[in-house]
């Protein structure tokens, strides 16, 4: 398994992150058609480079976990910058990085809307 530490993702090569992006942007496609389909490849290869730097900023270093953190974006559209509690999560020193990950998505699970309604027209329709 592959660790990326700070200092080893600012020496890393051109050539190395455009791999781990072009791995990324066809992970993204296959497993998420839909979103990626509506957006050029220009737009998808900003979102993956955002998110690896989001990634960095919140202590994620895996190619696999930057991966996770990309497919809870999408699922879960969570806000960035994220809540403090958040931040915690996803930085808490004293849990591995997987660990974190799966705290996280479970928190960020939990924020998202299981129903959503609307009450448009409902005034008109009460008896």
């Known amino acids: 398994m ?3 530490s700070e200092r ?12 781990f992006v072009a791995i990324t942007l066809d992970f993204i496609r296959i497993n998420f058609p839909e979103w990626s389909g ?5 737009a998808l290869t900003a979102f993956v480079r955002s998110m690896i730097k989001f990634a960095q900023e919140h202590e ?15 699922l879960f ?10 931040v ?6 004293d849990l591995a990085e997987d660990s ?10 939990d924020l998202s ?6 009450l448009e027209g409902v005034m008109e329709n009460w008896p």
């Open 2 to 4: 592959l660790v990326i």
């Open 8 to 19: 080893q993702m600012e020496a890393m090569g051109k050539a190395m992150m455009d791999r």
């Open 38 to 42: 509506s957006q050029s490849n220009d």
């Open 60 to 74: 994620i270093r895996q190619e696999i976990s930057i991966q996770k953190l990309i497919e809870y974006k999408i």
């Open 77 to 86: 559209q969570f806000d960035t910058p994220l809540s403090p509690q958040l």
């Open 88 to 93: 915690s999560i996803l930085t808490k020193v």
């Open 100 to 109: 974190r990950l799966e705290y996280f998505k479970r928190q960020i699970e």
């Open 113 to 118: 809307p299981l129903i959503k309604l609307t």
